[in-house]
């Protein structure tokens, strides 16, 4: 009696641990989506050298929007790069801020505000350029929002979503951070896409 026990079990137990394999298989998060190659660029990084699309190939790179004068929102979305900096530590994942105030962020004032921000020069940039070769980055390039009518800084306004941008550099998501869990999400994609 006791074999005829263990004969039924045993394919119950087989079709129990296919089947939870097979809900695992399921559950797993779906490739994102190719949205816009970005356009060939080229502004100058914190260091005054040369920084363009071409610096993005190869590694994936989580991309922001800030000016260093900002009294707002940019302070917080510089700490929560910052942050995703320190929880990430894959080296094919890098980090991008694009400065929407290039009257003010010369390379040295950029590489000063990083370093308020302890940022790991290796694997984070800071860039700026002309205004209109920014304005063509950020809109046209990234399409995120940047307004700039007067020189009154508080008159500035940018998008404030993070942009992941894959190997090939092929805009893949746009997020924003507001939580612990938002946080969580961007680092499970980036590490996905790497």
Avoid at 50 to 55: A, I, M, R, S, Y
Avoid at 71 to 90: A, F, G, R, Y
Avoid at 117 to 124: K, S, Y
Wanted: glycine share 6%; proline share 6%.
């Amino acid at each position: 009696m006791k074999t005829l026990k263990w004969i039924l079990l045993v394919p119950v137990l087989v079709f129990f641990f296919v089947w939870v394999g097979h809900q695992k298989n399921t559950s797993s998060p779906q490739p994102l989506p190719k949205l816009i190659e970005l356009p060939a660029f080229e502004l100058k990084n914190q260091e005054g050298a040369p920084f363009g699309n071409k610096n993005l190939l190869g590694r994936v790179t989580l991309v922001n929007f800030i000016f260093t004068n900002c009294p707002t929102v940019c302070p917080l979305l510089t700490k929560k790069m910052s942050d995703l900096t320190k929880q990430i530590s894959n080296p094919s994942i890098q980090f991008l801020s694009v400065s929407v105030d290039p009257e003010n962020d010369s390379p040295e004032v950029l590489k000063k505000y990083g370093d308020k921000f302890g940022v790991d020069w290796t694997r984070w940039n800071f860039v700026t350029g002309p205004l209109e070769k920014i304005s063509d980055v950020v809109v046209k390039g990234f399409k995120v929002v940047f307004v700039r009518d007067t020189k009154d800084i508080l008159e500035i306004t940018h998008g404030e979503h993070f942009v992941l941008v894959d190997k090939q550099g092929t805009i893949r998501a746009y997020r924003m951070i507001s939580d612990e869990e938002s946080k969580k999400e961007v680092v499970s994609l980036l590490e996905q896409l790497a």
